[in-house]
C-alpha cells in the first residue's frame, strides 16, 4: 500500500471539531514531508498544511491558521491535523499528500482516497 489513508471525517456544527489522520506505508512517510489539501465542489484542489519529517518545519494556509494543528507521529507513520472552530466554508474532501514537488502546490506523487468534512451552519 503506498497511497496514504485518510480517516476521521465526518459532519460537525460550525464550531466544532474533528481530527483528520492520515497513514501511509513506511517506504513513503519515512523522511517525507506530508502534506494536507482540501477540494470543495466546484473548486480547485488547495493547500492546507504540510510538517516536515522532523516536524521543525509547518506552514499552514491563512484561511486556517490559528484554527488547525497539523502533527506528525513517525513511530506510527501517521500524520494529524486538527480542526477546531469549523466553519461552513471548512466544508471539502481533505486529502494527504506525500512527494509534492512544491508543499502548496497539488502536486503529489501519492495520493490519498480523501476524506469528507461537512460542517453544518
Known amino acids: 500500500q503506498v497511497q496514504p489513508v485518510e480517516s476521521g471525517g465526518g459532519l460537525v456544527q460550525a464550531g466544532g471539531s474533528l481530527r483528520l489522520s492520515c497513514v501511509a506505508s513506511g517506504r513513503t512517510f519515512s523522511g517525507s514531508r506530508m502534506n494536507w489539501f482540501r477540494q470543495a465542489p466546484g473548486k480547485e484542489r488547495e493547500f492546507i498544511a504540510a510538517?516536515?519529517?522532523?516536524?521543525?518545519?509547518?506552514n499552514y494556509a491563512d484561511s486556517v491558521k490559528g484554527r488547525f494543528t497539523i502533527s506528525r507521529d513517525n513511530a506510527k507513520n501517521t500524520v494529524y491535523l486538527q480542526m477546531n472552530s469549523l466553519k461552513p466554508e471548512d466544508t471539502a474532501a481533505y486529502y494527504c499528500?506525500?512527494?509534492?514537488?512544491?508543499?502548496?502546490?497539488?502536486?503529489?506523487?501519492?495520493w490519498g482516497q480523501g476524506t469528507q468534512v461537512t460542517v453544518s451552519s
Open positions: 499528500a506525500v512527494y509534492c514537488s512544491d508543499y502548496k502546490r497539488p502536486s503529489c506523487d501519492y
Open positions: 510538517i516536515s519529517w522532523s516536524g521543525g518545519t509547518i
